[in-house]
C-alpha cells in the first residue's frame, strides 16, 4: 500500500468519525440516508412527478411533468385522486381533476401513470348501474371480474376502412314511424334531435325494449349531466320490463364535476366496444351530447383556452368526430360485430343550423328531427318526415317493410303540401279531399305511445292495413282503437309467431301481401260478428 492510499483511507475515517459524532441517535442517521435516497430519486424522475401550483374550480396548475402527453392519467399522491393533463404549456401542465377537489391544495404532489384512463369490463356488468370509471353505484354487490374481462382504454382509435363492412343487418326500434320511413342498420350513427321535452329519449328507450325480443344486442345508456331521480326512474322502469338484463348504464350525474361528465360517453363506448369486438352486436345511446359539449366547454374556459364559436374551444368538433366514428359495422374476419350510436342533441327552439347541432349532423348516418309544434299537438313520437333521413340504413331493411312503407313517406309530403293551402280554400275537389284524409290517417296509424314498442310483424301488418277499405272508410278518432283490436286479434293467433318475432321472418312474406290480406279479412269478419251479436 503506497502513502497516497494510506492517505486517503486516513481521510475516509477521520470524515466518517466526524458524521458519526453529528449522528449520536442511529434512527436519525437511516432517517438522513433514505432522505438522500428519496430526493436522488426525485430528481432522477424529475418528468415523472410535478408539484400543483394552484387549484380553481376543479382545475389545477402543476410545475414539472416535463415528459407528459395530451389526456393522460395523473395520481395526486396521498389523496386517492386522479386526473388528466389537457394542457402542455411551457412551464406547467394544466391538469382536471376527476373527483373532490377540495383534497388539492398547493404543495401537493403528482405522479405520472404512464397511461390513458382505462376501465376495466366484464360482461358481468350486464344488468349493472357503474359510474364512469366502472365502479357499481346502484348499491348491489361488487362486479365479479371473470377471466374474460379486459382492461380498455377509453380513448381508442376508430376502426379503419380494411376492418369495416357495409350497414346491411336491420336494427329495430319497435318505432312504427322509424323503422318504416327511417330504417337504421346496424354499425349506423343515427342522431336524435330536437327541442327539450319533445321525446327525444323516448325513441332511444323504445329502441332498448325492443331488443327484448331477441336479445341479441347489447344495450348501453350514456346518461350526461341528468337527475338522479330521471336514472333512478329509467333503472326502474327497465328493471319493470326486463330489459335491464342485457342493458348497462353508465351514469355522470348533473352534480358531477364538468370532467366526469366530459369522460362518461367515452366510457360507454369503450363498453360497447368490448362486446362489438367479441363479434357480438351493441346499441350505445349518449344522452345528450348537448350537455357533454357544455362540460367541456367548461373546462376549456378554466384552462385558459381561447374560445370560439358560442364560446366552445376550436377542438370540440373533434370530440364527437373521434367519439361517433367508433360505431362500426366490422367484417367477418374481424368477428362481423357492430356498435350502433344513438347520440342524441338538444335544440334551442328547433335551431338545427347552431353550432353543436350542425357539428353533430355532419359526422352522423342520418337523423331523426322531433318537432316542438307536433309534439304540441298531440303527434307522438312528433318526427318531421320532411328534414328527417336514414342514409344508409335502407340498405338493412327488410324488403317486405321496404315495399309497404315506399310510398309512405310521398303520401305525407304530398299530405303536408295540401294541408298548408286547405286553410286557404274551402271547396277541395274529391282528389285533394281523399288525399287530405288519407294523409291524416296515415298520421294517425303513426302515432304509437311510449314504452310499447311493435314487433316488425305488427308494423308491417299495421302500414299495409293503411290502404286497406278498412281504414279509409274509418272515422278518424277510430283509428287508433281498430289499431289496438288488430294487434290483439292477431297475437291470439298462432301465426302471429310466424312472422312477428324475428327480422328474418318477415322475409318469408316477400312475395306477396297474401298473409297481410287474409288476417285483415278474418279480423273484419271477426268485428262484423261481434257487432251482430
Known amino acids: 500500500m503506497n502513502k497516497n492510499q494510506e492517505l486517503y483511507i486516513q481521510n475516509l475515517v477521520q470524515n466518517f468519525t466526524n458524521e458519526r459524532k453529528k449522528f449520536l441517535n442511529l434512527k436519525i442517521f437511516v432517517n438522513y440516508l433514505k432522505s438522500l435516497n428519496q430526493r436522488y430519486n426525485f430528481v ?78 366484464d360482461r358481468t356488468m350486464l344488468g349493472r348501474v357503474v359510474d364512469v370509471l366502472g365502479q357499481p353505484i346502484d348499491g348491489k354487490n361488487e362486479i365479479k371480474e371473470t377471466k374474460n374481462a379486459r382492461l380498455i382504454s377509453l380513448e381508442r382509435k376508430a376502426p379503419g376502412i380494411v376492418t369495416r ?58 346518461s350526461v349531466g341528468q337527475k338522479k331521480s330521471t336514472i333512478r326512474r329509467l333503472v326502474e322502469m327497465l328493471n319493470m320490463k326486463g330489459a335491464l338484463e342485457y342493458s348497462i348504464i353508465v351514469v355522470s350525474t348533473a352534480s358531477d364535476a364538468s370532467p366526469l361528465q366530459f369522460l362518461a360517453p367515452y366510457s360507454g363506448c369503450a363498453i360497447g366496444e368490448f362486446f362489438r369486438d367479441k363479434g357480438e352486436h351493441a346499441l350505445i345511446i349518449y344522452d345528450d351530447l348537448s350537455k357533454h359539449a357544455v362540460a367541456y366547454r367548461q373546462m376549456s374556459l378554466l384552462l385558459r383556452r381561447p374560445p370560439g364559436r358560442e364560446a366552445y374551444p376550436g377542438d370540440v368538433f373533434y370530440i364527437h368526430s373521434r367519439l361517433l366514428e367508433r360505431a362500426a359495422k366490422l367484417n367477418e374476419k374481424y368477428g362481423s360485430g357492430s356498435l350502433t350510436a344513438f347520440p342524441i342533441i338538444e335544440t334551442q327552439a328547433g335551431d338545427v343550423s347552431a353550432y353543436i347541432p350542425t357539428n353533430v349532423i355532419s359526422i352522423t348516418d342520418g337523423q331523426i328531427f322531433l318537432e316542438k309544434d307536433l309534439f304540441n299537438k298531440g303527434i307522438r313520437p312528433a318526427v318531421n318526415v320532411g328534414l328527417s333521413v336514414s342514409r344508409v340504413g335502407s340498405a338493412a331493411q327488410s324488403a317486405v317493410m321496404k315495399r309497404l312503407a315506399g310510398a309512405l313517406k310521398l303520401e305525407l309530403a304530398q299530405y303536408r303540401e295540401l294541408a298548408r293551402f286547405e286553410q286557404f280554400s274551402s271547396n277541395n275537389d274529391a282528389v285533394t279531399t281523399a288525399a287530405l284524409k288519407k294523409g291524416k290517417i296515415v298520421i294517425e296509424m303513426l302515432k304509437q305511445v311510449n314504452n ?67 288476417i285483415i279479412g278474418m279480423f273484419e269478419n271477426s268485428r262484423i260478428a261481434a257487432n251482430q251479436k
Request: aromatic share 8%.
Open 165 to 222: 363492412k357495409s350497414v346491411h343487418e336491420s336494427m329495430l326500434t319497435g318505432v312504427k314511424i322509424v323503422d318504416a320511413l327511417l330504417p337504421i342498420g346496424r354499425g349506423q350513427r343515427e342522431l336524435i334531435i330536437g327541442d327539450r321535452q319533445t321525446g327525444k329519449s323516448a325513441i332511444a328507450i323504445d329502441a332498448i325494449l325492443n331488443q327484448k325480443t331477441n336479445k341479441d344486442i347489447i344495450c348501453v345508456y350514456v
Open 44 to 121: 432522477k424522475n424529475a418528468g415523472k412527478f410535478g408539484k400543483v401550483l394552484f387549484i380553481k374550480d376543479g382545475v389545477v396548475k402543476v410545475s414539472g411533468l416535463n415528459k407528459i402527453k395530451i389526456g393522460e392519467k395523473v395520481e395526486f399522491l396521498g389523496k386517492n385522486l386522479f386526473g388528466m393533463a389537457l394542457n402542455l404549456e411551457a412551464n406547467s401542465v394544466g391538469i382536471v381533476i376527476f373527483g373532490e377537489d377540495k383534497l388539492i391544495h398547493e404543495g401537493v404532489i403528482v405522479k405520472r401513470c404512464d397511461q390513458n384512463f382505462a376501465i376495466k369490463i
Open 452 to 518: 310499447n314498442p311493435l314487433a316488425v310483424g305488427l308494423e308491417a301488418l299495421m302500414i299495409y292495413a293503411i290502404n286497406t277499405k278498412l281504414f279509409t272508410q274509418l272515422p278518424l278518432n277510430f283509428v287508433r282503437q281498430v289499431e289496438e283490436e288488430i294487434i290483439n286479434f292477431v297475437k291470439t293467433w298462432n301465426i302471429f309467431k310466424l312472422y312477428s318475432l324475428t327480422v328474418d321472418s318477415v322475409k318469408k312474406f316477400d312475395k306477396g301481401d297474401t298473409i297481410f290480406e287474409h
